[in-house]
Structure formats: C-alpha cells, structure tokens
C-alpha cells in the first residue's frame, strides 16, 4: 500500500526532473518516478484540438510510430473525459485492473492517465489524483515552448490565422468559486476573424467575443489587432465603451477606412453581486439560461462594429444575474450554420441543446465539446463560417466550496460538492 512518503516522494522527485527535461522525456519520468507509490504501467493521453481522440504522448524512441488513438465518444477512456472523474477498468476478478484518470489544466481537460494502483484503496486512489495533478501542471509548462505537443494534439495541418488565434485565446475552461467560464471555437484547424477572451482581475470577471470581417489571414490579423487592443486598454483601466472605442482608433490608425472591421461584446462580471455589464459593437445579443431554460436575450442599443467610423454612440447595459445563471455570447456561425437542406441551425436549437445537455448533468466543457460536433455534423462536416461560443455561469453571492476530486466536477456542471 502506498503510504504519504512515497506519494511525497513521487511529486517532490517529478518536480525536480522536470526542471532540465523536455515534452518527449515526461513519459520515462512520470513512469520512473510513480513507482515510489507504487504506481505501475503509467501512460499520458491527450485529447486533440477538436476533443475527437486521445493520442499517446510517446517517448523518442517511439516518435517515428504512428501513434494509438483511443476515441473519445467511444472508450473508457474518454468517458473519464467527458465526465471528468476517474473511471476505473475491471478485469477478471472483478477489481479494478486499471484507472482512466483525468489530467486537468485547473478544471481545464488535457487528457487522461491511464494507472495501474497497487491496492486500488482511497490511498492509491488520491495517489493518483495527485499524480495527474502533476502531470497537469508540468504539461502546462512545456506546450509553451514544444513543437512536438501541438503535433500531438492536432489530426490535420492548420492554417496560419488559426494558428495565430490559437496561440492567443486563454484556456477552454476556468472555474473557480463564483464562476465557471468554459469556450469552443471552430473550424478549429481553419478558423479565420473569431476570436474570444476572458480574464480575472480582483472581484471583475472581463469576457469578450470578436468576430472580424472574413474569413482568411486578414480577419485573423484584424481580431488578434482588437483583442491585443481590448486587453491592452483594459489593463489600463479603461471601461467597456471607452475601450470599444479605443480599439476602433487602433483599427483605423493600423488599416485606415476600409473594409477591415470587427463586431464584439465586450463584458465584465461583478462576481460578487453578479452584475453584469456589456457593450454591443453590432454583434448578436447574449443569452441568459435561468433554471434550466432560456429566460431572455440581452438587448443593447448596438453600436457600429469597430472599424467603420460611423460615430454613432456606444450605450453601456447592464443586467442583475442570479445565481446559477448562465449567460451565452457567440458568434454567427454557430446559428446561421446551414444544413443539407439549406435551413440554419438556428438561435432556438443552439439554446434548446445547451439546455438539454445542462438537464443532463454533464460538464459545461463537455456540453460545449458536443454541441460543436452537432454543429458540424449538421453542417456535413465543413463550416463555411467560424464559430464560436463562450459561456459563463455565476454560481452566487456566497461563492461554493470544491474540496477534492467531486469539488472539480461540480465546478463545472453547477452541482454543489
């Protein structure tokens, strides 16, 4: 049985190889050092760009191999995923012979371990969690700088724009006791002028979404310009309708009166009260899902998408959230996505699938993940517009405690640990 020592050991001694290690040595490492703890056959998987598969994270000598994918809709594997827990493989007797445990970025999901425990107890049990906790923070720390983890987690080549927006978009998912804010962006390998963000600074949780004109390099090149923009305003100190305008200046200094233009709303979150504040530079509305239903659509008097100089003036709105509320932004290609038969998938679908999927229990980013594939599954495979989606939930005035492995889950599917 494990005991603390060895635990203590295994992440203290990972800690320290990690230091002069890179991405491609991680495998021998974590193998090496959760053996203090009695972990066995320990192997990393990665979820993909689109969240499809989970691909093997090898070592060198196995590089030039092709590597195994285990579908995400379809193993135990990927159902440790989707539900963010640990999920445990049965073998003949009965006990567990195996663990699929998530490695989550904070509640963010990069993939899975697979384990073998000793004992399999509460002990081997936390052993493991820890352990996927490390792994976690140290895969964090290398995609930054390594080719080989953005290879890994992509099936196809990507285009420049998205490689550009990919490089500048926050995490999927954040959650921390007031708010749970989760993301998808598609076509993920193709995406041209959407764009998203979000950022915490005290008690104000900042949220916007861009969508720029086109759909090549010149609409990513104009919404990486706005969001540059926004954040660099922002962290002066500047409020939503005067940064709004602050980045038309910088869109028109950059690319004079053309066609180069953006739509955005621009949010912040008092996460104490749950106030909600936003700006509209001729972008859809938000939508707030109140007690498992869509109650209203956020209307502000829009003003002119950034870019065009039309001098028309920027209303600032604002709107009482209660707790549990979950307020959707997103862009064009998410409800005007046609079908085969040529009708939109539509505003009434898009809310009716976040709602069903919420009825369901499942994770924010796992209902998102979805409704990203019934989007293009719906569009035959191909988005002919980008897409993009970012949700937030306020969880209330009085915060929620997540304490151990079930508090991480019921941060992101609005359960109380």
Known sequence: MSSSRDVTGMLTGLLEASHLAELERLPFLVSEYAARAGLREVAIYLADLQQTVL???????????????????????????????????????????????????????????????????????????HLASMVALLLVSYREHSDSYARLVRTRPMN?????????????????????????????????????????????????????????????????????ACRNHRRQGMGLADNSEAIERVLIGEFGRTTRFVTAIMADLDMTTGLFGWVNRGHHPPVVIRHGRWVTTLRCVPAHPMGLNLNLPVTSCREQLEPGDRVLLYTDGITEARGRTA???????????????????????????????????????????????????????????????????????????
């Open 343 to 417: 009708q939109e998938f539509g505003l009434q679908r898009f809310v009716d699938f976040v709602v069903r999927h919420d009825a369901a229990g499942l994770p924010v980013p796992e209902t998102l993940r979805r409704l990203t594939h019934a989007v293009l599954d719906y569009h035959g495979g191909r988005l002919q517009d980008d897409a993009t989606v970012l949700l937030v939930e306020w969880h209330g005035t009085e915060g929620r405690r997540y304490d151990g492995p079930e508090g991480l889950r019921s941060a992101l599917t609005g359960e109380r640990a």
């Open 55 to 129: 691909r093997p994270l090898a070592g060198p000598e196995e590089a030039g191999g092709e590597p195994e994918e285990l579908r995400i809709d379809a193993t135990l594997a990927g159902r440790a995923f989707q539900e963010v827990r640990p999920l445990a493989k049965a073998g003949a007797d009965g006990r567990a012979d195996h663990w699929w445990v998530p490695v989550l970025d904070g509640t963010g999901r990069l993939g899975v371990l697979r384990v073998r425990p000793p004992e399999d107890d509460q002990a081997d049990r936390d052993a493991m969690r």
């Open 160 to 228: 420049v724009a998205a490689e550009m927006q990919w490089n500048l978009m926050p995490p999927l998912t954040f959650a921390n006791r007031r708010v749970t804010v989760s993301a998808v962006m598609e076509p993920a390998y193709e995406v041209g002028g959407d764009a998203f963000d979000y950022a915490i600074a005290g008690e104000t949780l900042h949220l916007a979404v861009f969508d720029a004109m086109g759909h090549d390099t010149s609409a990513g090149l104009t919404a990486n310009l706005a969001m540059a």
